[in-house]
């Protein structure tokens, strides 16, 4: 478990929206919850864990995460699941489906965008599955109310009989706010699940009965929005424009316009079209507020509402106050104006501002494997083996495509790394004829999507390496447990999962498949080197733990006898970030051409001893600092 | 309700040097004190090295989470270049306190790009009330680097619109809570904190 602080009590708390929604299903009697790790919602699921009321598991993917939570509505528990965004693109095979079905007891599925792409491959919209599951959305607009929608969106679900999206953004998850909570109420349907095949067993002929049911669900919902104290307007004196939005631009605009009227759609699917349209007669202009795509805009223009959207907003990104204000100054025609001294009216003139370019040529500082890192001897291996395509996937060894390693070619989802890798593969033109095909993924993304593409191309035959990087651990998100950790939510033992034997079990041969210590880099260098060779499926699979989980036992650390050190950057390469370089020299060399070289030092603070870099160093100048000052 | 009355301070530094937890203390800080309080942070990848800013916003009522550019009144900086990349954001007249510990990334380390000639004097230049020091040297002379943390926030204590040792009870309160040897040695390092941004 990383930082997590103990349960509140009930009363003026200060939590994350993440914190809150575990608060907000705990407190509405929900029974089960289940998630696969995914910034930003992680932490949903790690607080939810600690009620123990509720049981909780971490699911080794999104969609099974909501078959489970399904299970348990129709069991009679309320269930919820959480997910970022891309999670539901992997559940949304049961959502479709489950929509028609309907639910047991309440069905909620958390699912948070990351607007503005802080930690994902993407950026998406996940209101969009409100319209096409036919299902309702709720937006809260801070950690208050993320408490307090994940609280009524269960018995939401009942009333309507529908599974209930909310749509959480890394503003809402990631924001810590003031929360004012209750109790629990336990709940649950006492009958337990009644056997309806006509309603659960979705084949043709029952599912076509079923689907009118859901459009008239749909159409009870938007009587609902319409009239809900879920979707209300605040009045203000400014009605040049006013303002429909939802969600954390809701907080961004009333703090950009203070004066102008807004309507705020907490139930933001199905939108309440006659509301806004009574609102807009009452504005001058209506500006629609949303992050990231146009869809209410497209509505509102579609049921004949004038209205200002994304061709004066940007369509990705968040919308902060900071960008609102010289959009809207644009739509009004006026000149951006920042606020003067407390109490004072906005300023004429823009308002004395520090060199908004101080500090943008600042090197970037993108984030880079830890110090020890088991994927640094990968990388490094990798990084010298040339005629490769490597397809990689969702995890820290993503990391790998950047600096020294350049050692990723592609990343697109959880799992890709295997099919496409047999795509590279049966794909190959004339020109790639000897190309080396090399698959690399982790532990828990392996049995979230990568096991199906293993299977695959060990049944067609693939001429692939597969690098397998076990670090017994959700290792980007934090250090999540899974099957591969033996080791429960709660961390509490569970049946490990043996790769050797699930490869063996996925059709790879035995003598094909390797277990590498990645510290020992001759001999990982070796299995590398000699498995690209040959034309089959082989799989290497690493046993190292990640170096921020407990498994990682540190050792006593390094350091560079100054007097050795002939700065010949190998150890460089390894691209640990312990090391550092104290001066650089350009020499030229016997044969006139020019050489660099750098003289480095390792930052025994920091550094624990996993004794890969002295295996770069020819001339020995890596030491233990132990050894160095015996000496 | 008007953002006027809003505190805003923004804490930079790297993954892992503790900004997430200094921003933590300062809003349970404001929190003791009766202030509507928000925090926020984007860090997803927040323990690979990376850049860290955490948001901290309190007055009577805060409503956008992160502090827009141009109006924060404190810059906490951890690390002198990520105090430069982000100086910015402060409104005229506020104020930077940086620890002069640099932190050097891997790209820096490799010469795909150099590190910034004299950061703190680049803040200066640009107008800007800044305070340095070596927070790291006054950390390890207490024995422990993890330190830093603590010794930062004395040295901005008493730029905070409540008293400075509201923000030590907050810091000790948290020590109290959960490892009580360690509440004696971060008293001395709030204080060695607050002390050094007076002498600067």
């Known amino acids: 478990m990383n930082a997590v602080t103990p349960l509140p009590a009930a009363g003026r708390r200060f939590m994350s929206g993440n914190e809150a929604v575990a608060r907000g299903a705990w407190e509405a009697g929900c029974r089960v919850a289940a998630a696969y790790p995914g910034t930003p919602s992680t932490e949903i699921l790690e607080y939810a864990s600690q009620y123990p009321e509720m049981y909780s598991e971490w699911s080794v993917n999104e969609k099974v995460s909501l078959e489970v939570a399904i299970g348990s509505s129709l069991a009679g528990s309320r269930a919820f699941c959480a997910m970022k965004h891309v999670g539901l693109n992997v559940a949304s095979d049961a959502l479709m489906t489950q929509t028609v079905v309907g639910v047991g007891a309440g069905l909620v599925i958390a699912v948070a965008d990351d607007v503005g792409l802080s930690s994902s491959q993407n950026e998406q919209d996940s209101r969009f599955w409100g319209r096409f599951a036919h299902v309702p959305v709720l937006e809260p607009s801070d950690a208050q109310e993320a408490y307090e929608y994940t609280k009524l969106a269960f018995g939401l679900s009942e009333q309507f009989g529908t599974p209930v999206i909310l749509r959480l953004t890394t503003r809402i998850c990631h924001v810590k706010g003031v929360v004012v909570g209750g109790e629990r109420k336990e709940f649950c349907l006492e009958q337990g699940f009644q056997k309806d095949p006509a309603k659960y067993v979705m084949v043709p002929g029952n599912a076509k009965k079923r689907i009118p049911l859901m459009f008239e669900r749909e159409e009870r919902l938007l009587k609902l929005s319409e009239s809900s104290e879920l979707n209300s307007t605040l009045d203000g004196e400014d009605k040049r424009i006013g303002y429909v939005t939802s969600g954390p631009a809701f907080m961004h605009v009333r703090e950009a316009f203070p004066d102008s009227p807004v309507l705020k759609l907490g139930l933001s699917h199905p939108a309440p079209i006659e509301l806004i349209r009574h609102f807009a007669s009452g504005v001058d202009q209506l500006v629609v507020v949303e992050e990231v795509d146009p869809l209410l805009e497209t509505e509102l223009k579609a049921a004949g509402i004038p209205v200002i959207g994304k061709e004066a907003l940007p369509r990705e990104g968040e919308l902060a106050p900071h960008v609102l204000r010289p959009a809207i100054a644009g739509i009004l025609g006026e000149e951006v104006v920042a606020e003067e001294a407390p109490g004072k009216k906005a300023a004429l003139v823009p308002a004395v501002r520090i060199d908004a370019n101080i500090g943008k040529n600042v090197f970037p500082r993108p984030p880079t494997m830890c110090v020890a890192c088991p994927h640094l001897g990968i990388y490094y291996c990798l990084s010298k083996i040339r005629n490769t395509s490597i397809s990689g996937d969702i995890g820290c060894y993503t990391l790998g495509a950047g600096h020294p390693w350049n050692a990723l070619d592609t990343t697109i989802c959880m799992g890709a790394s295997m099919g496409v890798a047999l795509g590279l593969d049966k794909g190959r033109v004339e020109a790639d004829a000897n190309k080396r095909v090399i698959a690399v993924l982790g532990d828990s993304t392996f049995m979230h999507m990568g096991m199906q593409g293993l299977l695959n191309i060990t049944y067609n035959r693939g001429n692939v390496t597969i690098l397998l990087l076990d670090n017994r651990t959700v290792g980007m998100t934090g250090g999540q447990d899974n099957p591969g950790s033996g080791r429960d939510i709660h961390g509490e033992t569970s049946p490990q999962v043996d790769f050797r034997k699930l490869c063996e079990a996925l059709g790879v041969k035995s003598e094909r498949i390797h277990v590498v210590n990645p510290y020992e880099l001759p001999t990982l260098f070796k299995a590398l080197r000699e498995e690209v060779k040959v034309p089959d499926t082989s799989v290497i699979i690493t046993d190292q733990p990640c170096v921020l989980v407990d498994f990682y036992k540190v050792k006593p650390p390094y350091m560079v006898e100054d007097d050795k050190c002939t700065g010949c950057k190998n150890c460089l390469d390894i691209g640990c970030p312990a090391i550092y370089v104290t001066r650089r020299e350009t020499v030229v060399k016997p044969n006139g051409k020019e050489k660099e070289l750098a003289f480095v030092r390792i930052d025994s603070q920091a550094c624990t001893g996993c004794d890969l870099c002295p295996k770069t160093c020819g001339p020995d100048a890596i030491l233990p600092v132990e050894q160095f000052t015996r000496n | ?200």
């Not at chain 2, 948001?55 to 924060?72: D, K, M, N, T, Y």
Request: charged share 20%; glycine share 10%; hydrophobic share 40%.
């Open chain 2, 1 to 200: 309700m008007s953002n006027q009355i809003t505190t805003n301070i923004l804490v930079s530094g790297i993954g892992g040097q503790g900004v997430m937890t200094a921003a933590e203390i300062l809003s349970q800080a404001a929190l003791f004190q009766g202030y509507d309080v928000k925090k926020t942070e984007v860090a997803g990848m927040a323990q690979r090295g990376g850049v860290v800013t955490s948001h901290v916003r309190f007055g009577e009522q805060v409503l956008s989470p992160a502090i827009p550019p141009g109006e924060a009144d404190i810059l906490v900086g951890f690390e002198p270049a990520e105090a430069l990349r982000w100086c910015s954001h402060l409104k005229p007249g506020g104020v930077a306190m940086v620890n002069r510990l640099r932190q050097e990334p891997p790209v820096v380390t490799l010469g795909l790009y150099d590190y910034p000639d004299e950061p703190v004097e680049q803040i200066r230049q640009a107008g800007i009330d800044v305070h340095a020091f070596d927070a790291g040297a006054i950390a390890r002379e207490l024995g422990n680097a993890k330190l830093v943390n603590t010794v930062m926030l004395g040295a901005i204590s008493k730029y905070l619109p409540f008293p400075g040792d509201a923000l030590k009870d907050a810091i000790l309160d948290r020590f109290r809570a959960n490892k009580p040897k360690l509440v004696g040695i971060n008293e001395k390092a709030f204080e060695a904190g607050r002390d050094a941004e007076a002498n600067n």
